[in-house]
Each structure stands twice: as C-alpha cells, then as structure tokens.
C-alpha cells in the first residue's frame, strides 16, 4: 500500500544522465518548454544569498539552469506554492511542477480541498531522500548542502529530519510523472508516468516508456518497508512517552503559542484559522472564572486545545511532511506526534493522504453502515 | 445540586433539535428520573458539533460529553447523523492515540419519541462516569 501501483503497466524509461540527473533534469524541462509542452516551471531554486532555497515560477527558460530540483531543506512546502499559483482557479499555462513526494500528495490534498486546480498542472516527483532540518542546514549552509550530496548519493538518512527518516512514502508516486533514482545504473534514472497526463507530455517529448522498472521496484520496496518498520517503532515509542494527559502537556508544554506549525502546514489552508479569530478570545471575566476553578490558568492559554484542534481539524489529510517541525522555534518534535496521530485516524478510515485524487475525504463522505463500535452499547 | 460526599460528575450532552432534545423533553415531562448531571445543549443537528467543541469541553473540566441524534437513516437533514458518526470516531481514535480517556465521550442515537431511552443513556453514562471519577485535566493550569 506504502508503495503506489501505477495503474499503468509498469513501465519507464531509462535516462542517461552523464552531467548529473540535476542537470539531465533540467535539459528534459528545457525541451519541454522548447516545444510548448509547459509554458512554466514551477520549482525550487537557491536564493541569491546562497542560504536557502524557495519556489520559483520560471518563464525564462534560460534561468532554468539555476534550478534545484531537490534542495537539501523545505524551506516552502511545495503544496503552499501550487496552491498560492491556482487558489483562483486554472489558469491559462501549462505549468510544470518538481517536487517533492510529501509536497505533491499536500497538493492533491489542497485539490480535494478546493484549494488548488490541478487542470493545466503537470505534477512530478522525484524519489526523497529526505530533508535536512532546517536549523542544522542555517547554522552551515555550503557544509550542510555537501552533506546533503553525500548523503543522497549513500542514501543514508542519519542526518536528515526526524520525520523525514521514518517516511515510508518518500517514492510514492500520486503525480503525474516520477523521476526514480533509485535502482538506477550509474549515470541514469528511471522516468515513470502514473496518468494519461504523464503519458501525453513524455509522448510529446519521445520518451518511449519502455524500460523495465523492476529494479527501481525493488529498490523502493526494500526502502520503504525498512522504514515502515522504523516508523512502527519510533511512533509506538513516541507513543509512550506523550501518552496520558500529563505527558501530553508536557510534550506541549513548551509550546508559545505562535501558530508557525499552523502558518507552514500546506494542509491549514483557511484564510482565517478558528485558533486565531475572536471565538478564542475572551473577556477577562472568563479568565478570572477559570483561574478561580483551578487556582490559576496559564497565558497565552489554550495551547493544547490548538493543539488537539488542529489534529482534529487536518490529521487526514497530512502528510507527514515536517514543515511544522521545522518551523517550530521550541523544538516540539510536533511532526512526529501528528504524523503518529494521522497514522490512525486516516487508517480509521483506509484513508491515505494525497494517494489518490478520486479517494474522498472522509469526512465529507459517509457508509450506512460503519463505525458501529463508537455508538452507545445499548443502540 | 450537589449531594453530600457523593461525586456528581458534569456531563455536557449535545442534543439534536429534532429527535434527542425532543426526547429529553419527553423524558422530562414523562417525569422519568436520571440524575441531575446532565448539562443539556441543544443544537440543530449532531452534525453541527465540531468536534471541537467535545475537546474543549474535555479540557475545560468537563467529566463526561455526550452527543446524541437521530438514529442513523433518521436524520432530519437526511445524513448529518453519518457525518457526526465519521467526526465522533475521529475524535476518540485521537483522544486514544494520546491516551486520554476516550471512555468520558459517548454518542448516542436518540429518537424524540424515546424518553425512557435518553433517561436510560443519562443513567447509565453518569454511573459510569462516577466510576471514572473526576476528571483530571480540571486540576489542570498549563494547558
């Protein structure tokens, strides 16, 4: 299930990529804006200053050659980016978008949304290594970003965010296109298309898709299951130790209340958050009476109502993509306790975010009969 | 309202205008007893209940919610019941996730004409949130 079935056959094509798969990445993109294929290239590119990276819209196909198709930090999730370019509705482009897995499966979530039309969008993903935390990339940038190299090329996720080394999805295909790197010879990777639109661009481009991918199979099952079993562990850990109301506010108890987990998650797409509008604030009276009850209550208050609110309000469709982890000034390892959380509720559901475009949200869709065992007993 | 020594918990119940709140009310002039722990609210449909509201609920000190509706195919919005069914489950599978006690949370289908039934639920939820105790998230300050 982790690894997702083209309902294709499963077939690719291999690229040679002596100058890189960067660079060959880029020479596929050039082509395709050559023939008209996109007009626009949505992908992330190194700032001026070196020392980070965002998402840029690229019309000028000559500044192609700045990309940087799998940068060593989510800086942006690349949901947010789509969804800031389409939020009004398709345009007229054809716009090509590289990212991330995690950040193309938040897109397909913010298009069950409404939040984004995915019409004129080519998605394409690219097999994840994972991301480096964003306070250890800032504190080196030129020492984190040759590490990152190092550790794409060995694979090796020791250094990369928490998060991102119990992410069994990070080749999981929902987009249009997914560039495979693992499994690959050397000096080539693996084009896969997963829908007729991926079929019709890389038809226009004569890329033939009639390479085996078993290789490239392989390699993503052993990888995912492997972390599979780490998430399964690391999340019953986490489990234990914030489990129970006392734990849990301690898990939370750092937390400032200054909503940045909530600001970068690409799935907390509401223009006006509950948890920032005038239904939280109260008058001090409600304080006063609070604080009698208990003695005293904290300030800023309702942390773990935020908290809890949120996992209620948008557990189902993350994607444990880290960006609130990331963005998080105390360190509230909050990505792993909700992509813990989403775990089950979406699997109350057999729900996985951003698997499929036709998969409902559950909660704009019912069974009759389901669910019986969270009814009154004597129903 | 408080009984001497005896623990008297505070249940909030989100009743439905047009079936549980009716039956509450039927309960009521029917002079069925259940205990005085029941903190109605009435709300147009179970659906209207964001699953918020129970969480804040929980941590504000409340020992026990309760959301009642029609029975499933009764709806008076025809599915909201469904909707409340697929919220509720979320909820508790969270309230479980983080080990608090998903047992304080019951949803109930309660039709306007089953006054004994809601005496019956009010009953049989307020002995076992007794047994439960206190809810201890009300001693609570850094929340």
């Known amino acids: 299930m982790s690894i997702s079935e083209p309902d294709l056959k499963n077939k690719g094509a291999i690229i040679s990529a002596k100058l890189g798969t960067k660079q060959a990445i880029i020479d596929i993109l050039e082509k395709a804006m050559d023939k008209g294929i996109f007009d626009a290239v949505l992908i992330p590119m190194r700032v001026p200053a070196g020392d980070s990276f965002a998402y840029v819209l690229i019309k000028d196909k000559s500044l192609l050659k700045e990309a940087f198709p799998l940068p060593p930090v989510m800086s942006v999730q690349g949901g947010h980016a789509v969804s800031s370019v389409t939020r009004l509705g398709k345009g007229k482009t054809k716009i090509a978008v590289v990212m991330r897995p995690c950040e193309i499966r938040a897109t397909i979530e913010l298009s069950k949304l409404g939040q984004t039309n995915l019409e004129n969008i080519t998605l394409i993903s690219i097999d994840c290594p994972g991301v480096l935390p964003i306070s250890d990339f800032l504190s080196d940038p030129k020492k984190s970003i040759k590490l990152f190299d190092d550790a794409v090329q060995k694979w090796d996720d020791k250094i990369m965010r928490p998060v991102c080394q119990i992410c069994d999805k990070s080749s999981m295909i929902t987009g249009d296109i997914h560039i495979g790197t693992l499994g690959a010879k050397k000096d080539s990777f693996f084009i896969i298309s997963s829908s007729q639109k991926g079929n019709d661009v890389l038809d226009k481009l004569d890329i033939a898709l009639k390479d085996s991918i078993d290789s490239w199979e392989a390699k993503v099952k052993i990888i995912s299951e492997e972390k599979l079993k780490k998430r399964k562990k690391n999340l019953k850990e986490l489990k234990s130790k914030i489990g129970g109301i006392d734990n849990l506010l301690d898990a939370f108890s750092q937390c ?4 940045n987990c909530m600001r970068v998650c690409p799935i907390c797409y509401c223009r006006l958050c509950y948890f920032d509008s005038d239904k939280v604030k109260h008058p001090s009276e409600d304080y006063l ?10 300030f800023l208050p309702d942390t773990t109502l935020f908290q809890m609110g949120r996992m209620m309000h948008m557990s189902l469709s993350c994607v444990s993509c880290g960006a609130c982890e990331d963005a998080c000034p105390m360190s509230i390892p909050v990505a792993q306790i909700f992509s813990m959380v989403a775990d089950d509720t979406q699997g109350l559901f057999d729900y996985v975010s951003g698997r499929s475009l036709d998969e409902p949200l559950p909660l704009v869709t019912y069974k009759e009969e389901e669910l019986h065992e969270v009814e009154d007993a004597n129903d | 309202m408080k009984k001497e020594e005896e623990f008297m918990p505070k249940i909030l119940a989100f009743l439905c205008n047009w079936c549980s709140y009716a039956g509450a009310d039927l309960a009521g002039t029917s002079r ?17 209940v964001d699953p918020l509201f129970i969480i804040k609920a929980y941590l ?30 979320m909820l508790k599978k969270i309230f ?40 201890s998230v009300k001693k609570e300050i850094f929340l």
């Open chain 2, 32 to 48: 069925l007893k259940y205990p005085p722990s029941i903190l109605p609210i009435r709300v147009m449909c179970s659906s209207r």
């Open chain 2, 60 to 89: 504000a000190g409340a020992d026990g919610v309760l959301v009642a509706g029609c029975h499933p195919g009764d709806c008076h919005y025809d599915k909201g019941n469904y909707y409340t069914r697929r919220r509720f489950a």
């Open chain 1, 256 to 259: 400032i209340n200054c909503h």
């Open chain 2, 96 to 135: 479980e996730e983080l080990g608090l006690e998903s047992d304080r949370l019951l949803l109930s289908w309660v039709s306007a004409s089953e006054g004994t039934k809601y005496a019956k639920v009010a009953t049989e939820f307020t002995e076992k949130i007794k047994k439960s105790g206190d809810n």
């Open chain 1, 289 to 298: 009476q609070r604080a009698e009850s208990k003695g005293s209550i904290r």
